[in-house]
C-alpha cells in the first residue's frame, strides 16, 4: 500500500542456502543473484548477499546467506535462529546429499521450534541427466511429507533458478502477512521501498536477463 510519501511497503527477509558440499549452492545464489555461471569448485566459508526482487507486485529485499556445506555445527544454530527462509538444496546425483537434507530439516525445525518455517527443496544439478542417483519421484514424496515445494534446477543452464527464490519469498510473505494480521509479528520486518538504484549499487545487485523458455523444466 503506498504510504503519503509515495514509498511502497517492503519487506526484508534473511535467507540461508543450506546444503551438502558441492551441490550447487554457490551456483545457484551467483546465477540468482549476478546472473553468473561458475564452472570452478571454490568451497565457500560462508558468504552473503543482498538482493532485491519484486514478488506479485511486492518489493522484496533478501539477505541471502551462502553456507559451507562441510560440517560447521556452531554456525548452523546461528543461521538457523536468523533465517527466516530455508533452501535446502541437494544435487540430483548424489544420493547422500538428499539424506543430508533430513539433518538440516530436522535441526531447523528444532531451533526454530517451528514446523512451518519456509522451506523449498532444491534438487540441483538437473542437467546431468545421465548422472541422475536420485529419481523425481523419491525426492517428491519426501518434499510431500516435509510439506514443501519441490523444484529442480540447474545452476548451470539457470533453469528454475529464480523460480525456487520466488517460491520461497511467497512463503515469507504469506507467513508474514498471516503474523501481521494476529498481531504477533514483532520483529519490525517492514521497510521501505527504495527505488532499485538507490540498493546496493555495487556487483552484488541483481541483473535480469531475459528468461530462456527452452530451459526451464516442469516444476513438481
Ligand atoms: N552440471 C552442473 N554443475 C553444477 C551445477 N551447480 C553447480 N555445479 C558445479 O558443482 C561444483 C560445486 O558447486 P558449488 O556451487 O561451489 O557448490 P556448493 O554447494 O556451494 O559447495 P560448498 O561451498 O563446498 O558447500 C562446481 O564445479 C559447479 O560448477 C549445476 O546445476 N549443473
Ligand atoms: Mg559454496
Given at each position: ?189 517492514d521497510n521501505y521501498y ?27
Amino acid at each position: 500500500m503506498p504510504t503519503r510519501y509515495g514509498y511502497q511497503p517492503c519487506r526484508e527477509f534473511n535467507v540461508v542456502v543450506l546444503g551438502a558440499g558441492g551441490v550447487g549452492k554457490s551456483c545457484l545464489t551467483a546465477q540468482f543473484v549476478h546472473d553468473e555461471w561458475i564452472e570452478s569448485y571454490d568451497p565457500t566459508i560462508e558468504d552473503s548477499y543482498r538482493s532485491q526482487i519484486s514478488v506479485d507486485g511486492r518489493q522484496v529485499i533478501l539477505e541471502i546467506l551462502d553456507t559451507a556445506g562441510t560440517e560447521q555445527f556452531a554456525m548452523r544454530d546461528l543461521y538457523m535462529k536468523t533465517g527466516q527462509g530455508f533452501l535446502l538444496v541437494f544435487s540430483i546425483t548424489s544420493e547422500a546429499s538428499l539424506e543430508e537434507l533430513k539433518t538440516l530439516r530436522e535441526e531447523i525445525i528444532r531451533i526454530k521450534d517451528d514446523e512451518n518455517v519456509p522451506i523449498v527443496i532444491v534438487g540441483n544439478k538437473a542437467d546431468l541427466i545421465e548422472q541422475r542417483m536420485v529419481d523425481r519421484k523419491t525426492a517428491f514424496a519426501l518434499s510431500q511429507q516435509w510439506a514443501a515445494p519441490y523444484y529442480e534446477s540447474s545452476a548451470r543452464t539457470r533453469t528454475n533458478v529464480e523460480e525456487v527464490f520466488v517460491d520461497l519469498c511467497r512463503q515469507m510473505l504469506r507467513r508474514d502477512d498471516s503474523l501481521d494480521a494476529n498481531g504477533t509479528n514483532g520483529d519490525g520486518g517492514d521497510n521501505y521501498y527504495q527505488k532499485p538504484e538507490d540498493l546496493s549499487t555495487s556487483r552484488r545487485r541483481r541483473r535480469r536477463k531475459p528468461k530462456d523458455k527452452a530451459h526451464r523444466c516442469a516444476i513438481l
